[in-house]
């Protein structure tokens, strides 16, 4: 069964040669300014999860205020261990920084993410025999497409609260495996990019690249071109031959080609279950539309600005250029779903 698993991961989208040089866009996309820091505190290992030996991870996005205070800590990902992601956030709100400064004044700096890891030496990564047992009957269940009994396994499966990393990967790699099926993209790499890595052999390597190769070529064609840009750039870092480094500069210049031009580019947004959706903008014109459900305000987090908004169908914004490295929250009821248009480049 996990050679089923790994074949899965490993399989490697293909894609036409375009040409070369892809780095305007990736530099260009990652000029964030961070604030320094002067106090980190370092978050308390829950008890429960020390004494299992058990590691984990969240990530955040948060906002340094003018005072150098943290406020509006939002989690991003984390590896589904509650008490760990909860240790984090409460580290995050008693950080201290100096502030960013613009003209001499000091600024919110509204887009900053972090990522803290839990994990204990001689701690564990790996799999409990009880959730690799209801992990292969999924897998058995959807070769057979008997998809009453994976959701009955998966259920199971997601009612362990406090998962080892290596069980969380199992997870987030089934429910991906479950949209492919169902030809679901957005699902697929939305659980594709929740899979983290934690050892640097060379089949957890060869398992990095196929990952993110995947999560690669599914950005590109749901059109979240700052999360192709973010995947490249480690990509670029693995240990890959010249033809596959090929591949991704050229498929990144097209990506490049397409936000310098006019064609304006859609975006499906869903609420799902969460409390919002995130994006990351690469223009400064956008606008929601078609929205189904309601949505109850746009966080727009930008380097050194931040403001919400109200959101009404087909309401549009265009943001100062001056308001750099833009991301979105957008809340609403769960499962409201809506377009998002980036509008192309008017020359």
């Not at 000029?31 to 590691?55: C, F, L, T």
């Not at 956008?286 to 309401?315: M, P, Q, W």
Request: charged share 25%.
């Amino acid at each position: 069964m996990l050679n089923f698993f790994l074949w899965f991961l490993f399989v490697c989208l293909t894609a036409n040669a375009f040409a070369d040089d892809s780095i305007k866009l990736s530099k260009q996309l990652a000029a964030v300014v961070q604030p320094e820091p002067i106090k980190r505190v370092n978050p308390k290992y829950p008890m429960k999860a020390a004494r299992e030996g058990r590691a984990g991870w969240a990530k955040f996005s948060f906002i340094v205020e003018k005072d150098g205070t943290v406020s509006n800590v939002v989690e991003l990902k984390s590896s589904g261990s509650k008490d760990i992601t909860k240790a984090a956030k409460q580290a995050i709100k008693n950080w201290r920084y100096e502030p960013a400064m613009e003209n001499g004044e000091p600024i919110q700096q509204c887009v900053n993410t972090v990522k803290i890891s839990f994990k204990m030496e001689g701690g564990s990564d790996g799999v409990r025999k009880k959730f690799r047992k209801a992990y292969q009957l999924a897998i058995d269940a959807l070769k057979k497409k008997d998809y009453p009994e994976f959701e009955r396994l998966k259920e199971r499966l997601q009612s362990f609260k406090y998962r080892h990393i290596g069980e969380h990967n199992y997870l987030q790699s089934l429910l991906a495996l479950h949209a492919e099926q169902l030809g679901d993209s957005k699902k697929q790499l939305a659980h594709l990019s929740n899979i983290s890595f934690i050892n640097d052999d060379e089949k957890s390597q060869q398992f990095k690249h196929s990952v993110l190769s995947n999560r690669f070529m599914l950005a590109i064609k749901l059109s979240q071109f700052k999360m192709a840009s973010d995947v490249y750039q480690q990509l670029m870092k693995l240990d890959i031959n010249s033809e596959q480094r090929q591949q991704y500069n050229n498929l990144m210049e097209k990506v490049e080609d397409l936000i310098a031009s006019e064609k304006a580019f859609v975006v499906a947004g869903d609420i799902g279950n969460k409390d919002f959706w995130h994006y990351s903008l690469v223009r400064n014109e956008f606008t929601l539309t078609e929205i189904s459900g309601r949505l109850t305000k746009l966080d727009v987090r930008c380097a050194n600005k931040r403001h919400v908004y109200t959101v009404e169908n087909n309401n549009s914004w265009k943001l100062p250029s001056a308001w750099r490295s833009c991301d979105l929250y957008i809340y609403g009821e769960n499962n409201s779903q809506f377009k998002l248009i980036e509008h192309g480049q008017k020359t």
